[in-house]
């Protein structure tokens, strides 16, 4: 069954890095990899340096050396 994409608003200190449209997310946290899917509950978390990955319909593909970021 294919969920349909949610909202995805990922913003760094100094800037918003990526606001829209996503199936899931994948990130580097301070404990682990990090998995983001719809329905998940509204996230604020601490990033490790690292790849976020996002498959399309974002095809959001970075990289960060942020420790921090809000996701929302």
């Known amino acids: 069954m294919t969920r349909p994409p949610f909202h995805l608003r990922l913003i760094s200190p100094e800037e918003v890095i990526f606001d829209g449209p996503a199936k899931s997310l994948q990130f580097p946290g301070l404990d682990g990899l990090v998995g983001v899917l719809p329905g998940h509950a509204p ?30």
């Open 43 to 72: 996230l604020v978390a601490a990033i490790a340096p690292g790849p976020l990955a996002s498959p399309p319909p974002t095809a959001a593909r970075s990289s960060t050396s942020s420790r921090t970021a809000s996701l929302a």
